[in-house]
């Protein structure tokens, strides 16, 4: 089975500082999701990537996946408090496949 | 109301109780999922609904019963549960059972078994 870890399990960042979040797959992703999610709540849909190489941004976060599909990366410029919460990623294990594996989470703390 | 919406919030409930989870998604969606998600592990999925047929179930134990009345509601009933149970219940939807489809999540119940 597909398994991701995260990295750091948390860090905690002065507002204004750039952090990065890895995720790393044991196995070739074909599909790779980013969630944000609030303590005890949902989770926040932020971007997915297919391609190798691809990159996409939303505001100030980046997320990026290399070429080889077994790593992604989500980069957040100016951090701000109001990106506090927990990061988590998932990826889709086969092509077409709905059940996604999700890593454990990476727990983000802004100070002002 | 937009999205999707999980009631109760909270949930206390003794091991020999019986209980439900109800899960709504105003987004026309045709998949609807159960997750489950424990302290310091990652999230699991318990439960796939496509069209109101269920179309996987992770080896989850018997006194967890979903329910798919139609493609908006999704209801989780409870039996006789554990204390290693208590977690946080996410209900999801998407457009349909893909990968490529992005997954909506409510907001959680947190249940709590005494």
């Known amino acids: 089975s597909q398994e991701l870890e995260q990295s750091p399990q948390s860090l905690i960042v002065q507002e204004g500082k750039n952090l990065t979040i890895n995720c790393t797959s044991s196995k070739t992703l074909y599909g790779l999701y980013w969630y944000k999610q609030k303590y005890g709540e949902g989770l926040i849909f932020l971007m997915m990537l297919q391609k190798g190489g691809e990159e996409k941004s939303h505001e100030k976060i980046t997320a990026k996946l290399d070429e080889k599909k077994q790593q992604s990366s989500l980069h957040i410029t100016a951090s701000q408090p109001s990106h506090a919460g927990i990061y988590l990623c998932?990826?889709?294990?086969?092509?077409?496949?709905?059940?996604?594996?999700f890593g454990k989470g990476t727990k983000l703390s802004v100070i002002p | 109301e937009t999205g999707v919406t999980q009631t109760p919030r909270h949930l206390v409930m003794g091991m020999t109780n019986k209980k439900s989870l109800k899960c709504e998604q105003h987004l026309g969606h045709n998949a609807m999922y159960w997750y489950k998600q424990s302290a310091k592990k990652p999230l699991e999925l318990m439960f796939v609904y496509n069209f109101k047929e269920q179309t996987e179930n992770n080896s989850v134990p018997s006194r967890f019963s979903p329910e798919c009345p139609n493609s908006s509601h999704l209801f989780l009933h409870l039996h006789t549960l554990q204390p290693e149970d208590s977690a946080l219940y996410l209900c999801a939807s998407s457009q349909r059972t893909s990968g490529w489809d992005e997954q909506y999540f409510g907001p959680g119940t947190r249940l709590t078994v005494t």
């Open positions: 998932g990826a889709v294990p086969i092509a077409g496949s709905y059940q996604l594996t």
